[in-house]
């Protein structure tokens, strides 16, 4: 084709489209529905083809272990943050200046990863029933004799897992068994999952529960009047917690470059504009903040009173699951 052409118009096209079709392959815990869009977008825009798998975050996880170096994937993207840290090592490393506008509380400490968006842990509460300053102003007082029998709980959820699994890391397994104990104690309202944490407030069937912020942006985009609203603990309390999406490079991957240039489109305007938009999370880049467009605690305000804290360490779920049995919440 750019053999009839004249030089100058053979320059013109090489400049406006890479000299070789690029291909990458994504191993992605983050469905279809939110991500088929943006990497069109994201092809449109590059040139760069994206094979995805889609699947579980766990899954595909224990996939790429097995895969070891001869993994197809190039990129994995974690739904949650549970198998981030157990990834971390096979992650290459990325730029520095990649990352200098995401605060600390969103990405790996040595650059292996970065939050794609965010999602903090915090309170929802019945506006009818309750006011904020009943709250338990830390997680450890969450099992006060005050809240027994109007705390809603999913013990399955995996938002809620990882955040016991925090508790373990920062208080250590006795502590962190002694809290679970005192929380079954209370006789909690059992939910299945954060949706339903919501409903069973709003259905007067629990007060108030421990769950991630974005999922009030969805019920009040449904109904305006529901009612319920967000509350944080004491700033730095580790029931603070912010929790991210997230994506790295491996160090296997044979397309490096167009790899690292999918996980910067991630961290755009354009990207962070579309987390916040549809699924209300927070954006990772304080700059970005205006794309967030989720109801109750903003982002500055989350960004402060989150605890600084290594998600690397939040990879052991299954002991997690073992001491909720032994407290008899599952
Ligand atoms: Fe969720």
């Known amino acids: 084709m750019t053999a009839l052409r004249t030089g100058i118009a053979t320059i013109a096209l090489f400049a406006a489209t890479p000299l070789t079709a690029q291909e990458i392959t994504l191993y992605s815990g983050r469905g279809e529905t939110l991500v088929a869009p943006l990497i069109e977008t994201f092809t449109e825009s590059t040139g760069i083809e994206v094979n995805v798998r889609y699947g579980g975050t766990a899954e595909l996880a224990v996939l790429l272990n097995e895969e070891g170096a001869a993994s197809p994937a190039d990129i994995y993207w974690a ?3 549970a198998a981030l840290g157990q990834i971390k090592p096979v992650f290459a490393e990325l730029p520095g200046e990649m990352l200098e506008d995401i605060p600390a509380i ?6 292996r990863w970065t939050g794609t968006s965010g999602r903090m842990r915090l309170m929802v509460y019945s506006t009818e029933r309750m006011q904020a300053d009943e709250l338990p102003a830390t997680m450890a007082e969450m099992t006060d004799d005050r809240f027994a029998g109007t705390m809603a709980l999913p013990p399955t959820n995996g938002s809620f897992l990882a955040h016991v699994t925090a508790l373990r890391v920062h208080e250590g397994d006795e502590a962190a068994r002694a809290w679970l ?7 909690p309202v059992i939910v299945s999952n954060n949706t339903a944490i919501h409903t069973a407030i709003a259905d007067g069937e629990a ?3 421990l769950t991630n912020n974005y999922y009030l942006s969805r ?3 449904d109904d305006p009047d529901f009612p ?7 700033a730095g309390d580790i029931g603070n917690l912010m929790m991210v999406a997230g994506a790295g490079v491996l160090e296997s991957s044979d397309s490096p470059e167009a790899a690292m240039a999918f996980i910067e489109f991630l961290l755009s305007d354009t990207a962070q504009q579309y ?3 549809n699924v209300h999370e927070y954006p990772v880049r304080g700059d970005a903040v205006a794309a967030f467009s989720g109801i109750g605690v903003d982002y500055g305000t989350a960004s402060e009173a989150a605890i600084e804290f290594d998600l690397n360490e939040l990879t052991d779920l299954e002991g997690t699951l073992e001491m909720l049995e032994e407290v008899g919440l599952l």
Do not use: P
């Not at 969103?106 to 650059?111: I, L, Q, S």
């Not at 609203?229 to 004491?234: G, K, P, Q, V």
């Open 79 to 81: 739904q949650d943050v």
């Open 106 to 111: 969103y990405r790996d400490g040595d650059n």
């Open 181 to 187: 104990q005192e929380l079954a104690d209370n006789d």
């Open 207 to 209: 007060d108030w529960g």
């Open 219 to 221: 019920f009040l985009a």
């Open 228 to 234: 319920a609203d967000h509350a944080l603990f004491e």
């Open 275 to 277: 987390f916040a938009g």
